[in-house]
């Protein structure tokens, strides 16, 4: 079980230590009931072993605990086989919670700090990432430099979360929006929606260019 630091906290978050770790095995099982339950497409458990994002997720089960173990060379040997193989990219060091889903997974990328907490579905192209090397660098060893998710979020496609903020329990993170401030459990955040025009209708070309690219991180 993991603890989630409290809002604007930059600690990287500690595993709560008093609680015995689930086992590997009983863990990718509820995985697999996860993408069971949470597909429409996936019938049982035997389609769902072909889900497009299961073996990044539990490739990175196991290269996490060997990067908690010291190990860190073939922890990154596994998470770099699942990159190549699915196009999902988890540091071996980010911590994951249990029944995470991660719908279609196309583009995924999280972080070595990051955390994300039990219950937090992730459709494809989201970013849980640092704000920048520029600034990163500036930050002790160990600092954290990743959000922390907490259970039972939605991160919505192509949302982008950086830097080390918190988001509450509970919130929804919409398509394509940027995230850099904490969000309060049980929040909204969504980006603008498209514009749509009539035939023959003359817009503002830049008011209409910003509309278009605001939230498409395009800038």
């Keep these: 079980m993991k603890t989630v630091p409290k809002s604007g906290s930059t600690r990287r978050a500690p595993l709560n230590t008093t609680a015995r770790e689930p086992g590997l095995l ?23 072993l072909l889900h497009a994002a299961l073996p990044a997720l539990w490739a990175h089960r196991v290269a996490h605990r060997l990067h908690r173990r010291g190990m860190r060379m ?3 040997l596994i998470a770099w086989q699942a990159r190549r193989k699915t196009s999902v990219e988890i540091h071996p060091g980010a911590v994951l919670g249990r029944r995470v889903f991660i719908d279609h997974g196309a583009a995924v990328v999280i972080g070595e ?4 907490g039990d219950d937090v579905t992730i459709y494809h192209q989201v970013t849980l990432g640092a704000v920048g090397w520029w600034s990163d660098n500036k930050r002790p060893v160990g600092e954290r430099r990743h959000p ?17 903020v918190t988001i509450g329990e ?4 919409g398509a394509q929006a940027l995230v850099n401030k904490d969000v309060p459990p049980g929040a909204r955040v969504l980006a603008a929606t498209a514009v749509i025009k009539a035939v023959g209708e003359q817009p503002q070309p ?14």
């Design 26 to 48: 009983r863990i990718m099982k509820e995985d697999l009931d996860v993408v069971v339950a949470q597909d429409p497409s996936m019938r049982n458990r035997r389609e769902a």
């Design 113 to 116: 700090t990051a955390v994300v």
């Design 148 to 164: 922390v998710v907490g259970h039972h979020v939605v991160l919505g496609t192509n949302a982008t979360v950086l830097g080390p």
């Design 206 to 219: 830049m008011e209409d260019l910003y509309a278009v690219t605001a939230s498409a991180g395009s800038w």
């Design 170 to 173: 509970h919130a929804v993170i």
């Design 74 to 76: 073939t922890a990154r």
